[in-house]
Each structure stands twice: as C-alpha cells, then as structure tokens.
C-alpha cells in the first residue's frame, strides 16, 4: 500500500467516518518542524487541510529536532494542548498549525509540563523559513542517480510574533492557517484582462 496523508484522511472520510464524522481531525506528530512556508510543502499540514475541505476541525502537529525526536517525552505536552485546543469552538475556514520546541534532556527549572526549557504557549503567524535549495547530486550504491534537496538547516527570520520566533524562543507555536490563497488586493488590478460576455 502507499499514499500520502491526504490520502489517509480522504479514506478515513469515505469509508470509517462515512456515515458519523470524527470530531476532529489531528495529523501528526510530524518528525521536524513546520515553520512559516513549510505548510505549502508539508503532508502532515495538508492531511489536517484535508480535514477543513470536510468541515472538520483541524490540528497538524509537529515536534522540532534535528536529530532527536522525543515523542514520548512530548506525550504530555501534546495532552496539554489538545486539552485547550478542543475545549474551544473554532470555525471550519482554518486549521491550527502546532510547533513544539526541541525537548532537550536537562537538568534546572522546569517549564510548562514539567520540561525543562519549555516556556510556554503562543499564538503565532506564520514565519519566515528559507531553504537554501542546493542541490547535491549522488549515486547510490548501484549507480543510480539521485538529488538530494535542501542542504544545510534552513534560515529561520526571528520576527516576534511569529511561529519561528515562538519556537526558538522555547515556546509552542500554534498559528490559524487558513486554505484561501487568493490575493484579494491584487483582483481589480489584472480585471482589465476580463474578456467575454
């Protein structure tokens, strides 16, 4: 079998939940982060998308580490969120995009949850995360080709009330993302264009 996480929530909506629709719809935990323009790329964002085009609230949620990915030392902060995410109504027109810092193993004043360096939530925009997009083009060990995208860590800009600045700042980001991509501004300006009865 394959396919992606849209497809699983696709299914799940046409077959498990056909009759009954869950209460909500939760993707992830991604392993990684999905910061400011990663949500155009991310499935784990898109199946939570997915959920919005049933009328479905919606949450992704992702764990930031380079290496290391704690889940289940998260567990308890995932509860923590939920527990106020679902305890509020919110409509159907976005979805709630949630960044947990980097849960580092260490000794001194525990934060939120009882985690050493988790200060807490914030509500966030999106931010600003840019990929170097190098390209670096390898063989595997029968001699195929294959190009590896991305490179180095991404730039992250560390603009205050963003979801990169949360995070970096040892808080949790959660950001209202909405589907509507159309630039309204930019409307009367290519209406000239409009051609036909």
């Known amino acids: 079998m394959s396919g992606t996480p849209t497809d699983c929530v696709i299914v799940a909506m046409g077959t498990v939940f056909k009759d009954s ?36 609230p919606s949450v992704s ?34 979805l709630l995009n949630v960044n947990i810092p980097s849960l580092e ?19 966030t925009s999106l931010g600003e995360r840019f990929y170097n997009n190098e390209l670096i083009i390898r063989h595997d060990p029968r001699q195929g080709e294959y190009i590896w995208i991305g490179g180095e860590w991404p730039t992250m800009i560390d ?26 501004g930019a409307l009367d300006a290519w209406t000239d264009l409009e051609e036909g009865s």
């Open 21 to 56: 629709p869950p209460d909500f719809v939760l993707s992830g935990v991604n392993r990684g982060p999905n910061l400011g323009r990663d949500v155009f790329y991310s499935g784990t964002v898109a199946a939570a998308r997915e959920g919005l085009f049933h009328n479905i």
């Open 61 to 94: 949620l992702s764990l930031v580490g380079r290496k290391e990915f704690p889940f289940e030392r998260s567990e308890p902060v995932i509860e923590h969120v939920l527990e106020q995410i679902v305890a509020r109504p919110w409509s159907s027109d976005y």
């Open 105 to 123: 193993e260490s000794k001194g004043v525990a934060g939120l949850c009882g985690i050493h360096g988790l200060k807490g939530v914030r509500i």
């Open 159 to 184: 603009r205050p009330g963003t979801d990169c600045n949360a995070v970096g700042n040892g808080f949790i980001s959660i950001t209202p993302v909405g589907v509507e991509m159309t630039h309204r």
